[in-house]
Nanobody, 119 residues
Framework: QVQLVESGGGFVQPGGSLRLSCAAS????????MGWYRQAPGKQRERVAH???????HYANSVKGRFTISRDNAKNTVYLQMNSLKPEDTAAYYC?????????????WGQGTQVTVSS
């Protein structure tokens, strides 16, 4: 089995920064694409940023220029550096990874970490 565990969420004032981390563990053979999603109350889950196995990145228009996704393959970890945070960035943030385990190929989700941006 594979587990994803996020950390780094919290409360921050507008204009502030946070760095989210998501570490994968378990019977991992290879991790392909990894991504960050968010879901605000009453809204659908949306993809925020995505990074492929060869480090190609993609961002939602709403976060371009403010958020940066990166990964450390040696640590099976993906990061999301969030700068110039706005109140509309408030949401639960989830990481996602496409993982080849010893059993199968599947997409996995973390449990989520809350980010609140408010003055």
């Amino acid at each position: 089995q594979v587990q994803l565990v996020e950390s780094g969420g919290g409360f921050v004032q507008p204009g502030g920064s946070l760095r989210l981390s998501c570490a994968a563990s378990g019977s991992i053979v290879k991790i392909y694409a990894m991504g960050w999603y968010r879901q605000a109350p009453g809204k659908q889950r949306e993809r925020v940023a995505h990074i492929t196995s060869n480090d190609s990145t993609h961002y939602a228009n709403s976060v371009k220029g403010r958020f940066t996704i990166s990964r450390d393959n040696a640590k099976n970890t993906v990061y999301l550096q969030m700068n110039s945070l706005k109140p509309e960035d408030t949401a639960a943030y989830y990481c996602n990874a496409d993982v080849q385990s010893r059993v199968n190929m599947s997409a996995y989700w973390g449990q989520g970490t809350q980010v609140t941006v408010s003055s």
